[in-house]
């Protein structure tokens, strides 16, 4: 074994990780489209109860703590299905070194940080994971031909709506919880509904996304084993990126 190979950290596979984090994102979409269902009747409402000094505050009650149940729902099953994603990019991120790609613009510590950091959590995901499909390839085994590889458009399209989602909640909690006109409100809802929307979507793409690299990365491993050698000379900070 030469020293290039022998700094190279070992491939573990996450065919395991992929079959929970399919679960997850199938409980996160169902919990979504649930909540789409509960928005539009939530709007249904503002406008039966339009004109109607007050409405009905036992509808309004009932509406209000189905909608706190969907909520808090959909916030368990993010909170869960971020901690299986997170350490499942992170694994992967670790094999595209394993597997000899050399050269990344973002270390590992970015598939954490990368959606901690202010103002960076809107664009580095997404150039993180964008960097793992194209290393991951498995029609390249040269340690630097990985930069040419495409990236396809679902990941884009999975952090567009990802990233839709955050922003039309916010919107959403802000007109509702700040306006006093029922007008306003509605729009709200309206918001909240298409965020919902974006979240479902999002849940489904991103499984896609999630199965497609860790199938690359067992290919480009059968087709090229494990830290093929490469003509380049050795640089020590490959072993650490």
Same mark, same amino acid.
């Not at 649930?34 to 539009?40: F, L, N, R």
């Not at 994971?129 to 590889?149: F, H, L, N, Y």
């Given at each position: 074994?030469?020293?290039?190979?022998? @700094?190279?950290?070992?491939?573990?596979?996450?065919?395991?990780?992929?079959?929970?984090?399919?679960?997850?994102?199938?409980?996160?979409?169902?919990?979504?489209w649930?909540?789409?269902?509960?928005?539009?009747?939530?709007?249904?409402?503002?406008?039966?109860?339009? &004109?109607? /000094?007050?409405?009905?505050?036992?509808?309004?009650?009932?509406?209000?703590?189905?909608?706190?149940?969907?909520?808090?729902?959909? /916030?368990?099953?993010l909170?869960?299905t971020?901690? %299986?994603?997170l350490?499942?990019?992170?694994?992967?991120?670790?094999?595209?070194?394993? @597997?000899?790609?050399?050269? @990344?613009?973002?270390?590992?510590?970015?598939?954490?940080? &990368?959606?901690?950091?202010?103002?960076?959590?809107?664009?580095?995901?997404?150039?993180?994971?964008?960097?793992?499909?194209? %290393?991951?390839?498995?029609?390249?085994?040269?340690?630097?031909?990985?930069?040419?590889?495409?990236?396809?458009?679902?990941?884009? @399209?999975?952090?567009?709506?990802?990233?839709?989602?955050?922003?039309?909640?916010?919107?959403?909690?802000?007109?509702?919880?700040?306006?006093?006109?029922?007008?306003?409100?509605? /729009? &709200?809802?309206?918001?909240?509904?298409?965020?919902?929307?974006?979240?479902?979507?999002?849940?489904?793409?991103?499984?896609?996304?999630?199965?497609?690299?860790?199938? %690359?990365?067992?290919?480009?491993?059968?087709?090229?084993?494990?830290?093929?050698?490469?003509? /380049?000379?050795?640089?020590?900070?490959?072993?650490?990126?």
């Amino acid at each position: 074994m030469n020293e290039h190979e022998s @700094l190279l950290p070992p491939f573990v596979p996450t065919r395991r990780s992929v079959k929970v984090l399919g679960l997850l994102f199938m409980v996160s979409a169902g919990i979504s489209w649930v909540a789409v269902g509960y928005d539009i009747s939530e709007i249904r409402l503002d406008i039966a109860q339009a &004109g109607q /000094l007050g409405g009905d505050p036992a509808m309004r009650l009932a509406y209000d703590t189905a909608g706190s149940i969907v909520w808090t729902a959909q /916030l368990i099953a993010l909170a869960i299905t971020a901690t %299986a994603f997170l350490t499942w990019l992170h694994r992967v991120r670790v094999n595209v070194r394993a @597997l000899g790609a050399r050269r @990344l613009a973002y270390r590992r510590e970015w598939t954490i940080l &990368g959606f901690l950091v202010p103002v960076l959590n809107l664009f580095r995901p997404y150039q993180v994971i964008r960097e793992i499909w194209q %290393a991951s390839d498995p029609s390249t085994g040269d340690p630097m031909a990985w930069k040419v590889v495409a990236a396809p458009r679902r990941i884009a @399209l999975w952090w567009g709506l990802f990233v839709a989602y955050f922003a039309l909640e916010a919107l959403a909690a802000t007109m509702i919880g700040t306006s006093v006109s029922a007008q306003v409100i509605r /729009l &709200g809802h309206g918001a909240g509904m298409l965020a919902d929307l974006c979240a479902a979507l999002s849940a489904s793409v991103a499984y896609f996304v999630v199965v497609w690299i860790t199938e %690359a990365q067992e290919a480009k491993r059968r087709a090229f084993g494990r830290g093929r050698p490469s003509d /380049l000379p050795f640089d020590p900070r490959d072993a650490i990126a």
